[in-house]
T-cell receptor
Framework: QKEVEQNSGPLSVPEGAIASLNCTYS??????FFWYRQYSGKSPELIMS????GDKEDGRFTAQLNKASQYVSLLIRDSQPSDSATYLC????????????FGGGTRLMVKP | EAQVTQNPRYLITVTGKKLTVTCSQN?????MSWYRQDPGLGLRQIYY???????DKGDVPEGYKVSRKEKRNFPLILESPSPNQTSLYFC??????????FGSGTRLTVV
């Protein structure tokens, strides 16, 4: 079983819709959770971090964490074609947060 | 501009020829790390460093060495590269409690 799992997609949504990206993890001791966006040929870019159960909102992005169910999700409201990218979920494996394990990523396509 | 700088961006080398990929950050971050990214395998951590002279293995350290003599620099050394080390490499740095900031990447081909 992979430590961090994501549906590889592609997830296709129309412009203006809500995109919902999901991630499950296996280590119950994980404390830090991150969402990265990676455009084709570019480096991963940190877009959200979340550390406690519940929702965290930043602009059009909302991260949701449920430690009991071991899942993290990312909602993108009012999706734009420029949001088309691969979204990577990352989970820490150590208390210091230095050992990050990444999921395989979900490719999101936002169609005009 | 706050950034993580890697060099070179592209490198083609031959099997067995030692090489170093440099990484430098200007954000005074304590923590640095190296990842490789391969199709179907995603991002995998090679080594990380918690501070000067403090390094530890990640998930795929075999065939790699690192050093952290100064806070800003964290070079990745391949003593005897092999074709299975052909990959896209990323250096990253972070400061508590935030996530990693990644460099632009180094695409390495070993023939």
């Amino acid at each position: 079983q992979k430590e961090v799992e994501q549906n590889s997609g592609p997830l296709s949504v129309p412009e203006g819709a809500i995109a919902s990206l999901n991630c499950t993890y296996s280590d119950r001791g994980s404390q830090s959770f991150f969402w990265y966006r990676q455009y084709s040929g570019k480096s991963p870019e940190l877009i959200m971090s979340i550390y406690s159960n519940g929702d965290k909102e930043d602009g059009r992005f909302t991260a949701q964490l449920n430690k009991a169910s071991q899942y993290v999700s990312l909602l993108i409201r009012d999706s734009q074609p420029s949001d088309s990218a691969t979204y990577l979920c990352a989970v820490n494996r150590d208390n210091a947060g230095n050992m990050l394990t990444f999921g395989g990523g979900t490719r999101l396509m936002v169609k005009p | 501009e706050a950034q993580v700088t890697q060099n070179p961006r592209y490198l083609i080398t031959v099997t067995g020829k030692k090489l170093t990929v440099t990484c430098s950050q200007n954000m005074n971050h304590e923590y640095m790390s190296w990842y490789r990214q391969d199709p179907g395998l995603g991002l995998r951590q090679i080594y990380y460093s918690m501070n000067v002279e403090v390094t530890d293995k990640g998930d795929v350290p075999e065939g790699y060495k690192v050093s952290r003599k100064e806070k800003r620099n964290f070079p990745l050394i391949l003593e005897s590269p092999s074709p299975n080390q052909t990959s896209l490499y990323f250096c990253a740095s972070r400061q508590d409690p935030y996530g990693y900031t990644f460099g632009s990447g180094t695409r390495l081909t070993v023939v």
